[in-house]
C-alpha cells in the first residue's frame, strides 16, 4: 500500500510523519509525498489515484492528508487520526519518539489485521 502522512508543524504532525517513514523504511507501506497531491503535482496524483491501497495518517483532527487526497476524489482504505490513540498536539515541541515506536506497532497491528 501507499502511506500518505501529515508534516504539519505541531508535535502530532511530526509523529505522523516520523510513523510513516518508519512504515516505509519497514516495508510495511511505500510512502508517498501528500505535498505533492496537495499542490497538483501531476505524477504524484497520478501516483495516488493508482488503485493502490492507502494508508492515510493524519496527527490531529483537521485531517489534513485525507483533505489533500479528498481534494481529487481519493478516499484513503484505512485513515488513522493519532488524537485517537491519545497523542497530544503540542507546538513549538518534539514528539516522545517512545510513544511514537507504541503507536506504529499499534497501526501496524491493524493494519495487518485489515
Known sequence: ????????CSS?????????????????????CIAGVGGNVK?????AKS?????????CPLACAKA????HGIRPDVH?????FEVKK????????EEARSVLTS???VIENE
Not at 510513516?20 to 519497514?26: K, S, T
Not at 488513522?80 to 485517537?84: G, H, N, Q, T, W
Open 80 to 84: 488513522f487520526e493519532l488524537s485517537r
Open 12 to 32: 502530532a504532525a511530526q509523529m505522523a510523519n516520523y510513523i510513516a517513514i518508519q512504515m516505509d523504511r519497514a516495508g510495511t507501506a511505500e510512502m508517498s
Open 90 to 97: 503540542k507546538k513549538g515541541e518534539d514528539f516522545n519518539v
Open 43 to 47: 505524477a504524484l496524483v497520478k501516483t
Open 68 to 71: 489533500c487526497l479528498g481534494n
Open 51 to 59: 488503485g493502490r491501497r492507502i494508508i492515510a495518517i493524519d496527527g
Open 1 to 8: 500500500p501507499l502511506v500518505y502522512s501529515c508534516s504539519g
Open 107 to 109: 497501526l501496524t497491528k
